[in-house]
């Protein structure tokens, strides 16, 4: 079974930057899609930034374009999340996510899940 576990999380102030990776257990770009979900305290665990090697395809959020960026090195299994003049409101647990389908609008599809990295933005 496929396993994916995040890491690169932490504390930054606001404005900082942040690399999140998402490494799989096993060849993954190659029929999967991955993609970035996030949930703050309390809120809905939305979808942030999705890649697809399959259809040529990244997505982000509108509340992250022009900020993070998202990218894979198919040699490593790994997916990367480079997150740049981060907010206080980007605040939560991170999850990578694999799908036959690249899409941000629901999480359903998504069948393998990593554990999580916290990020917090604080002064």
């Known amino acids: 079974q496929l396993q994916l576990v995040e890491s690169g999380g932490g504390l930054v102030q606001p404005g900082g930057s942040l690399r999140l990776s998402c490494a799989a257990s096993?060849?993954?770009?190659?029929?999967?899609?991955i993609a970035w979900f996030r949930q703050a305290p309390g809120k809905e665990r939305e979808g942030v930034s999705c890649f697809s090697k399959n259809e040529g395809s990244t997505y982000y959020a509108d509340s992250v374009k022009g900020r993070f960026t998202i990218s894979a090195d198919n040699a490593k299994n790994t997916v990367y999340l480079q997150m740049n003049s981060l907010r206080p409101e980007d605040t939560a647990t991170y999850y990578c996510?694999?799908?036959?389908?690249?899409?941000?609008?629901?999480?359903?599809?998504?069948?393998?899940w990593g554990q999580g990295t916290q990020v917090t933005v604080s002064s």
């Open positions: 096993e060849i993954t770009l190659d029929y999967y899609a």
């Open positions: 996510a694999a799908s036959y389908i690249c899409t941000l609008v629901t999480d359903t599809t998504y069948k393998y």
